[in-house]
């Protein structure tokens, strides 16, 4: 792969800033946990995954920067902070957990603060692994279902910039790809943040996978005409029942694949399933800037006083979710039941 999507190093969190793709490829260094939290609610890094990682390592360099007897404070205080950031995506909790319940166990234990650090440092590291090993897994998972000769339909941006490398919904279709299994890619661009025309065309001609970009509007005319056999996406949290909360437009292509009886399939790490939340009504949406609608590359294209609504995730009900691939397997419904097996409930 051409590109990393973010790094912990020993001078900070390498990161790629995403607004500026595919134009220009541009790292970030930062250097504190705040400078973190920013960069995953200005878009810097965005998709589910990827911000769990980083702020998994914005934790590990904000602990760096305070002196031993601050190490407990800090620790809360940049939890709360990065868990503010981005209210859909369950992976940031989950790696905030993960990382905060290490992190106090060891300070129960009466470790130093150097040695403190230094499991931070490893922790982070670890989710960072793990992420892509799981994306790897589902991959793999995921191309068995695929037909022969497919061609898909993808939407957002559920890649490598979306996760810590590989990609869920483009790591089933890398996957597939890999199998000789996709004749073509389509990706639609994803309106109003430009995820799939920015970032999933990108990734998949940068991997030499075919991809042709479609506006939102274009996917339920080429399924009836027959051209999308099968539609893979992410998820940036999956309620205990099976509902997935994704990226606004998910909802309508899923309503579109069973109206064609194309299957719908969800590809999504174990830290994406919240059991708590028993259903999708409970999920936190995300509410955006309008301006993010009116203004496309600095250019309004509403006249001034018009307003928008920018919701920036939808939720599409279990039933019309085919399967849900993880890293541990597929599940299928009843949801309830193959969830709770998966996460080992
Ligand atoms: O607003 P974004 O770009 O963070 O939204 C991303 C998505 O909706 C992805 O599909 C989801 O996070 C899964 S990423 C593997």
Not at 28 to 52: C, F, N, Q, Y
Not at 276 to 291: A, C, K, Y
Request: with cysteine; charged share 25%; glycine share 8%.
């Amino acid at each position: 792969m051409s590109f990393f999507t973010v790094r912990l190093t020993s001078d900070g969190v390498e990161m790629l800033d995403q607004r500026l793709l595919p134009a220009e490829k541009k790292y970030l260094l930062l250097k504190t946990g705040e400078d973190v939290a920013r960069s995953i609610e200005d878009m810097v890094i965005r998709g589910a995954p990827a911000i769990g990682v980083a702020a998994a390592m914005g934790i590990a360099i904000e602990l760096r920067n305070t002196n031993d007897a601050g190490l407990p404070q800090a620790l809360d205080r940049i939890c709360q902070r990065l868990q503010k950031t981005r209210p859909t995506a369950v992976n940031l909790t989950w790696a905030l957990g993960r990382m905060r319940q290490s992190l106090e166990d060891k300070m129960a234990t009466g470790m130093s603060a150097s040695d403190l650090r230094a499991e931070a440092d490893a922790l982070a590291q670890q989710i960072h692994d793990e992420d892509i090993e799981n994306c790897r897994a589902i991959g793999d998972a995921g191309a068995i279902l695929f037909p022969s000769n497919a061609r898909v339909l993808t939407h957002c941006n559920a890649g490598a910039l979306a996760t810590a490398g590989y990609g869920t919904a483009l790591g089933v279709i890398r996957s597939a790809h890999r199998d000789g299994k996709v004749r073509g890619v389509l990706a639609s661009e994803t309106r109003p943040y430009l995820q799939g025309a920015r970032l999933t065309a990108w990734e998949l001609f940068e991997d030499k996978i075919d991809v042709k970009l479609i506006t939102d509007s274009m996917g339920g005319s080429l399924m009836r005409r027959g051209e999308i056999d099968v539609v893979v996406v992410g998820a940036d949290r999956i309620a205990a029942n099976g509902d997935v909360a994704n990226k606004i437009g998910t909802y309508s292509l899923a309503v579109l694949a069973r109206t064609h009886e194309i299957p719908f399939y969800v590809a999504a790490p174990i830290s994406t399933l919240d059991l708590l939340t028993p259903n999708g009504d409970q999920i936190p949406i995300e509410e955006r800037s309008t301006e993010e609608v009116v203004v496309i590359a600095g250019t309004r294209i509403a006249p001034v006083g018009v307003e928008a609504l920018h919701p920036a995730f939808d939720v599409t009900p279990a039933e019309l979710v085919t399967a849900i691939v993880t890293e541990r397997g597929v599940a299928r419904a009843p949801y309830t039941d193959s969830l709770a097996r998966l996460a080992g409930v």
